[in-house]
């Protein structure tokens, strides 16, 4: 078949010929200095190239891109077609509880629901729904399973009905790993095939580290789930061309500082520079000293630094993986191949490529730091971890506690014989006496008297994609705590340990090092293979703790190895949460307190007495190698991933029914259809005026996705808990939100719930509250919400800068709309919520640059109205919004219609994003 710009050629691979479209030959027409792209936008211009159809992709967007210039901004949409879609069950049931709303809204149009069907191949994991309900016990992963899957039958039911409901549909079962590290080390393949034509493996996902899979060389980002449904449903991903930010990486890490202390200081960095809405691209001799699971940090954790992704582009580290993880020779040589015909490969002395902006990073200026207390970005060098609880203690929770911390010493650097820096205090300095710090409460666990104060380490978990995919950080968390071990150390009886690998490869290797029994000593047993502390499902608290903090507010600490540490995240009463490497998260556990400095104060005493530190605990970087190489084989994998579809007895004992339209049950507390189509007609309605506005919100500054979108357990007393006992569910039944996510009814009275949201509307309250106006009354959001749609009254939220800042929950923007909100005026928005807003027919304003509530004079308490607001809206289009106080004074201000592009425009008119797909599909037959 004839291709645009004659770019369809052959290439000669070891299994035969395959077609590809040669970049090569738009250099060679003249468009432009293809071969000094950066490889991410190579990587879109392929796709556009393979997608011209004069429809969706004309010859003019290839044109264009293929010419691009880094001195130019954002300023062309095109339509990116990714190869597939990743999904987890968090995201995903309601993902796949739309499609079948869909189906159900097609019937009714009277079309062909078998049209509703994923056109793009789709992988959901599930990965989400296991809780450390048991914990530092040989059972504890057994008892999580069963706990899980009595908590979620219902919901394994619908996703084994979706697996055979719809074509192109995968689903890798309980227990088996997180779905961004079975997506690295097993269903990324780096180059696909279909129909005899190779081409980069691209993706979106429903989870923001999909970005994770960037460190193999794929180009993948997160997006809502009514996004990825659409993408799913054969529709591009439309975007304006991004900036693309070159990382240049040189020098190599000192002994001793892990693949997390460069994350965190990335993370600072970028955030620094600022990345919301571009790419990133690492680049420099600094990069290949960095193993594929190292790079595979960095690429997961680009949501925390703001980045659309963080790419490393495909070298001979990434074959090396390839093979490692027991992908086919053959994929390896086309690989290969391919991404070397293509100018997608790099090497150190390749030409330089051409970047919108350079960030340096000297990797030799990195040095051992965890972040916190609920930010990812707010890195706190280690030995400064100490003083900076302190000034959190009594700024970011208000704790009027005593003295001072006399002024810091000079940095006791570590240092080795050599003087080399290195991972223990040049000379061991006593532990002050803390004056500022003397609140204790006792505590009896199991017969173990303890003190807990300020600081106290109540969870330490080594958990998340982010780390647990690497070897290298694991077997260094266990060679630690051998050591610890060794030295008679013990974890503090307060501490809430947990091991969640991100593949079942982990715990191979740990077993096949003898470091297991090790971190089993130390109660850090495997609680199940998935995200479960990053994710908010941490569990309960022992009781006695969670009484002594609850009754004497204490500020409590969680440990991490995540990515995810923000308010209310972790677990409801853990106020100050921090990310570590995952030795450093042992370490912590061992000390009990984050109240402490590691390069100066003693971790613990040995039995006899003697002080321990974490120099003495801390493996070499020869002790982690030698421990990797003689621990972790390509064998591991291979025979870990055979059976990576098969799954436990407790999943193979569920029943697998098979039917076209899905049997909706009103009674089920999980799995609801949702409202959003049962009432669609063919017709869009339109752009409607938006008038006499209420705010059932005014927020602040980088108010976060887990502010807004409902996550973690809930309790009795909230609109959540009260919907369930009213249908006849006890309390200890609840579940979290996460797992309920299937049932609109539950999702919408958590919307806006979270413990640590403040509502400027509601003074003095914390936790999801709002002010009814006129009349005054004090209600939780929900219930306010529903007042006002009784009242025919639309809603609006005011916000603040980094709106909708953290994960790509599509509830995030599903619940607003349910809520009634029609609009969110803020300073700044986070690039996935904004989209999201727009996909679920919410208009994003903005104010223009130097306004802000604040500077308006705005109380919240005025009635809004969006002028200008009809079918004539066009994207970029600036409006007047008319605010009218209760005095009737009235304030006009301009706000920015972000709405970005034409096609989310008629995304917007039509209701939403799916709206518009199915409007579609249903007129064509």
């Keep these: 078949m004839a291709s645009p710009f004659d770019a369809r050629t052959s290439l000669s691979t070891a299994s035969g010929s395959v077609d590809i479209f040669s970049l090569r030959a738009l250099e060679n027409a003249g468009l432009g200095e293809v071969s000094t792209l950066p490889v991410t936008l190579k990587v879109l211009l392929e796709n556009l190239l393979r997608h011209c159809d004069g429809y969706h992709v004309g010859e003019d967007d290839v044109a264009y891109l293929a010419g691009w210039d880094p001195a130019v901004g954002e300023q062309r949409e095109i339509a990116y077609m990714p190869a597939r879609v990743l999904l987890q069950d968090f995201t995903g049931v309601p993902a796949v509880v739309d499609l079948a709303a869909l189906r159900s809204a097609m019937a009714r149009l009277g079309g062909d629901p078998k049209k509703i069907n994923p056109l793009i191949p789709a992988d959901l994991v599930i990965d989400h729904s296991v809780q450390v309900d048991r914990f530092g016990t040989e059972d504890s992963f057994g008892f999580n399973a069963r706990r899980e899957f009595e908590r979620n039958r219902e919901r394994y039911e619908f996703l084994k009905w979706g697996q055979n409901a719809f074509d192109n549909f995968r689903v890798v079962p309980p227990a088996t790993g997180i779905c961004h590290q079975v997506n690295l080390e097993y269903l990324g393949r780096v180059v696909q095939t279909r129909e005899g034509v190779a081409f980069p493996d691209t993706l979106v996902g429903t989870d923001s580290h999909t970005t994770m899979i960037n460190g193999l060389g794929i180009l993948g980002w997160g997006v809502g789930g009514i996004e990825a449904e659409a993408v799913m449903l054969g529709q591009p991903v439309y975007m304006l061309v991004p900036r693309v930010v070159g990382v240049r990486l040189t020098g190599e890490l000192r002994p001793g500082v892990t693949a997390t202390d460069l994350v965190l200081r990335v993370t600072e960095l970028l955030r620094e520079h600022g990345v919301v809405g571009k790419l990133v691209e690492y680049f420099g001799d600094g990069v290949g000293g960095l193993t594929l699971p190292d790079r595979a940090v960095l690429a997961n954790m680009a949501p925390e630094y703001g980045a659309t992704a963080g790419f490393f582009p495909v070298d001979a580290g990434t074959l090396e993986y390839l093979r490692f993880t027991g992908r086919d020779e053959a994929l390896v040589d086309l690989v290969e191949r391919y991404t070397k015909e293509q100018g997608l490969f790099r090497s150190d002395d390749a030409p330089p490529l051409r970047y919108s902006e350079v960030v340096e990073l000297d990797l030799s200026t990195v040095e051992p730091a965890i972040a916190g207390p609920k930010r990812p970005q707010d890195r706190i060098p280690l030995g400064r971890v100490k003083r900076a609880f302190f000034d959190a203690l009594r700024t970011t929770f208000n704790k009027g506690v005593g003295a001072d911390l006399p002024p810091p010493e000079e940095d006791g650097r570590w240092a ?37 104060t300020h600081g106290a380490v109540v969870i330490a978990s080594l958990t998340s994609c982010t780390n647990t995919s690497s070897p290298t950080l694991m077997l260094g968390a266990g060679l630690l705590a051998k050591k610890a071990v060794e030295r008679g150390l ?71 190895s995540g990515n995810r540490n923000f308010e209310g995240r972790i677990n409801p009463l853990v106020k100050a949460n921090y990310l570590a490497s995952p030795p450093l998260v042992v370490a912590y556990a061992l000390a009990g307190t984050v109240d402490i400095d590691l390069t100066r104060e003693p971790v613990a005493h040995d039995p006899n007495g003697q002080p321990v530190y974490l120099k003495d605990l801390w493996p070499t970087d020869g002790e982690v190698r030698e421990a990797v190489g003689r621990a972790v084989s390509a064998g591991m994998f291979g025979e870990e991933y055979a059976k990576v579809f098969e799954g436990t007895d407790l999943w193979n004992g569920i029943e697998a029914r098979g039917a076209e339209l899905y049997a909706w049950d009103p009674t089920s507390t999980y799995i609801q259809e949702p409202p959003f189509f049962q009432d669609l007609t063919l017709d869009p309605p339109g752009v409607r005026p938006i008038e006499n506005a209420r705010a059932l919100a005014v927020l602040g500054d980088s108010v976060t996705t887990d502010h807004i979108s409902p996550a973690g357990a809930f309790g009795p007393d909230t609109p959540a808990g009260r919907y369930l006992i009213e249908k006849g569910v006890a309390p200890e039944e609840f579940n979290s939100f996460g797992s309920r996510r299937g049932n609109h009814e539950v999702m919408m009275r958590g919307t806006f719930g979270n413990v640590r949201i403040r509502n400027r509307l509601a003074p003095g309250t914390e936790g999801g509250f709002t002010t009814h106006l006129p ?5 939780p959001i929900y219930d306010a919400a529903m007042r006002y749609r009784d009242e025919g009254t639309p809603l609006v939220v005011l916000a603040g800068k980094d709106y909708g800042m953290g994960s790509s929950r599509d509830w995030a923007a599903k619940g607003t709309a349910l809520l009634g909100v ?50 004539r809206l066009r994207p970029g289009q600036t409006l007047t919004v008319r605010a009218r106080a209760e005095d009737g004074g009235e304030k006009a201000f301009p706000a920015l219609v972000r709405i970005d592009t034409p096609v989310e425009m008629e995304y917007y008119h039509n209701g939403g994003i799916l709206h518009t797909v199915l409007r579609r599909l249903a007129r064509e037959d």
């Design 775 to 779: 009349t005054g009354e004090v209600l």
């Design 822 to 871: 029609r609009a969110v005026i803020a300073e700044s928005y986070e690039r996935i919520h904004r989209s999201n807003l727009v996909g679920m027919g919410v208009l994003p304003l903005q104010f223009q640059p130097g306004d802000s509530v604040e500077s308006l004079g705005l109380t919240g308490r005025e009635t809004f109205t969006v002028e200008g607001l009809d079918d």
């Design 416 to 452: 080795d014989e050599g003087g080399n820096p290195s991972d223990g205090p040049a000379v061991p300095a006593p532990r002050r006496h803390d004056t500022y710090n003397d609140q204790r409460v006792r505590v009896d666990l199991d017969g173990v008297e303890a003190s807990l």
């Design 490 to 560: 013990t974890v503090r009886p307060w501490v809430k340990t947990s091991l969640a690998p991100g593949s079942r490869v982990v715990t191979r290797y740990l077993e096949a090092a003898g470091l297991l029994p090790y971190l089993e000593a130390l109660r850090f047993h495997l609680v199940g293979y998935g995200c479960t502390t990053c994710i908010g499902n941490s569990g309960p608290l022992p009781e006695p703790v969670a009484r002594a903090v609850t009754e004497n507010d204490l500020v409590v600490a969680g440990v991490l």
